[in-house]
């Protein structure tokens, strides 16, 4: 059951009721992160309702209807984000593991995680000890592999998942792995789960091949009663009768988890269809049903890999894979992990430690309030260590990175429907700062009021202008509602939440109305739903480590016949593809322009300096706002 607790309690009597309760017997749970005054109790039933509601500072106890607790959404509201190293799995974040079935060899497994690190996996997986079906098959590697995962993760930076099929070997993961993976064989071997609980170690629960949801989540509940909070769920297709795939996987299960659970989900698309070319499919359908991130194998020679080669994915196969979970995921609000200066990249603990300080020491700036679109951009692109605050102005943003006051600042640059933010490329030509990261975010509008406020009754709306031009239709249809503008649309939600008033709503976001308690009325009252905002992050230095594809800069040009022409041609003559082409006109100057260009390209790297000097014999002025990782992973690929 739950016990909600006095707003105003004290730790003090909180920690009486704590004892009062291990005293009957009763295991107590305070859900972390939460903001909720509550604690989690499980145990014997012989505390009643009455004992509990007579002690002082309960307010409620609600008891919880499910056989599993610990892992329930009724124990805990907000989603659970789990990290390993700088990695988070869960939340907005979609996190792809992949590589081999088994680790067959050292250079089998390097090869592979060089290659899936390079398309964009945080996450490096290869089994050492293999359940197979049959006792002839290929067993795994044992401690040899595990030594082998370790070194790979010296070399690449990824932490790796393994396999572990008995608790026999809990010291050994222990000492060379950093997740472990309960199989779908073993999902109900309850030694195991215990011992997986006791590690402490993320785990990775996978379904069993015929086991209900429920079944699933008592095993998880299993790890939890442990001590163990650090599980992820994965489904990889359970028996059917359908012959045509390994088995079928069921993607029913997220929606359903999504309800039951506070956990992440994965999916395995691999196991679950058994065959290459219908793992891309699947993988690409899990992450529109709501999955926070996927586990692939990979091979890059699958003919000869010693297990499940059949559904292994050529690297190349993956890396177009997870160009098109980059396109799909904002569609459904996540973004796919970011590797900006080496984010996945941690090599030993010392390091990781370092690693980890450095970045608890940042700062990011975005424009406006809590709950805004760029609020959602900060943390979507940066991990939750890193810490963010609003100011009022796009210039604010840039004179607090000037000074050093943030490391980092985010600012929107163009609209799907609206085009470019104006202000902000004149800002960019301003300063000496650089471009080093981007990100697109879906935005969804939705119109919030206050839980007893009816549609009929709203007199203004609070947002602001670009959220009513993009909003027109509904605005249309209610032509009693007078618009009022504001800054930004956190700054609505807050000033409707604060009045108390019901005849007052706000345009915001989903994360918006939660955050300052507030209802969503009406959802997705945007005219069109292809309604994206690209951010960019600044810096002070330019990006400076992993791959760039990417770049953005500023010229002039004379004010000659065929001199943009000649610009142009040296990105043709390069076979530079220019994805963005715009003028802007120069202060002070009437009639003359800047071109800001994208080139997909990186002109930081020592190739391209011949490129740079050709553009800069062609212009008047040129200025290289950034090269930066714009999330498209892998070389050599078509853009889709
Ligand atoms: C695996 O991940 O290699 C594996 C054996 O998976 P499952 O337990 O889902 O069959
Ligand atoms: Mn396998």
Redesign the pocket.
């Known amino acids: 059951m739950i016990l909600v607790l006095e707003k105003g309690i004290t730790q003090v009597r909180k920690s009486q009721l704590k004892s009062i309760l291990a005293e009957n017997g009763c295991m107590v749970h305070e859900p972390d992160g939460s903001g909720q005054n509550i604690l989690g109790v499980i145990g014997k039933n012989s505390l009643t309702r009455e004992f509990l509601m007579a002690q002082d500072g309960v307010t409620d106890v609600i008891p919880i209807s499910t056989a599993y607790k610990l892992v329930s959404r009724q124990m805990k509201k907000e989603d659970t984000i789990i990290k390993i190293g700088n990695v988070e799995v869960g939340g907005d974040k979609i996190t792809i593991i992949a590589g081999p ?1 088994a680790v067959e060899s050292r250079e089998q497994a390097m090869t592979i995680a060089k290659e899936v690190k390079k398309y964009g996996a945080t996450l490096f997986r290869g ?1 050492a000890f293999k ?1 197979r079906s049959s006792p002839y098959s290929f067993q795994g590697l044992e401690e040899e592999g595990l030594k082998i995962l370790a070194e790979v993760r010296e070399v690449t930076g990824l932490r790796v998942v393994t ?1 572990i099929t008995s608790p026999m070997h809990a010291d050994l993961m222990m000492k060379y792995v950093d997740v472990i ?1 309960i ?3 073993n999902m109900q071997n309850f030694e195991l789960l215990k011992c997986a609980g006791r590690m402490g170690k993320p785990v990775v629960l ?1 379904r069993g091949l015929a086991s209900t949801i429920e079944e699933w989540l008592m095993s998880a509940e299993y790890i939890a009663a442990e001590g163990n909070r650090n599980i992820i769920l994965c489904e ?1 297709g359970i028996r059917t009768f359908e012959p045509y795939t390994r088995n079928t996987l069921d993607l029913s299960a997220i929606p359903v988890l999504k309800q039951l659970t506070h956990l992440p989900v994965l999916i ?1 698309p691999s ?1 679950a269809t058994g065959i290459r070319e219908k793992v891309s499919p699947m993988a690409r359908a899990a992450i529109a049903a709501g999955a926070d991130g996927l586990m692939i194998e990979v091979h890059h020679k699958p003919e000869e890999a010693l297990s ?1 080669g059949p559904q292994s994915l050529y690297p190349k196969q993956f890396g177009r894979l997870i160009r098109d979970i980059y396109v799909i995921a904002p569609v459904v609000g996540k973004q796919l992990i970011h590797d900006y200066t080496g984010y996945s990249a941690v090599s030993t603990d010392a390091l990781s430690k370092e690693f980890n300080k450095s970045r608890k020491d940042k700062r990011v700036v975005y424009l406006g309030e809590q709950g805004t679109f760029s609020h959602k951009a900060a943390i979507q692109y940066f991990s939750s260590d890193v810490e963010n605050y609003p100011v009022p102005s796009f210039r604010d943003i840039f004179e607090h990175v000037k000074s050093g006051a943030a490391d980092f600042g985010i600012i929107p640059i163009e609209n799907s429907l609206a085009g470019s933010i104006h202000e902000n490329y004149d800002l960019l030509l301003e300063y000496e700062l650089f471009i080093t990261g981007e990100l697109s975010i879906r935005v969804v509008h939705n119109l919030i009021a206050h839980k007893d406020t009816k549609l009929e009754d709203i007199k203004q709306i609070l947002a602001p202008p670009p959220a009513f031009q993009q909003c027109r239709r509904f605005l249309d249809a209610n032509p009693d509602m007078k618009i009022v503008p504001v800054n930004a649309t956190g700054s609505a939600v807050k000033r409707v939440a604060e009045s108390g008033n019901l005849k007052d709503a706000a345009i915001g976001s989903v994360e918006a109305a939660n955050l300052f308690g507030m209802t969503v009325l009406e959802d997705a009252i945007e005219d069109n739903p292809r309604n994206f905002t690209r951010f960019v992050v600044i810096e002070k230095q330019m990006a400076q480590e992993g791959a760039k594809n990417k770049s953005s800069i500023v010229f002039s040009t004379s004010n000659k016949p065929g001199s943009l022409f000649e610009v142009m041609k040296v990105f043709s003559e390069n076979q530079i593809n220019l994805v963005k082409l715009e003028s802007r006109p120069i202060h002070g100057k009437p009639w003359q322009y800047m071109f800001y260009a994208d080139l997909e390209t990186d002109l930081t790297d020592s190739n391209t300096i011949n490129v740079i000097a050709q553009i800069e014999k062609n212009t008047e002025f040129l200025k290289i706002l950034g090269s930066y990782n714009c999330g498209k992973k892998g070389d050599g690929l078509e853009m889709i």
């Open positions: 079935c089994g359940p396999e993976q199989g779908a064989r996978k990889r395995d196991h499940d």
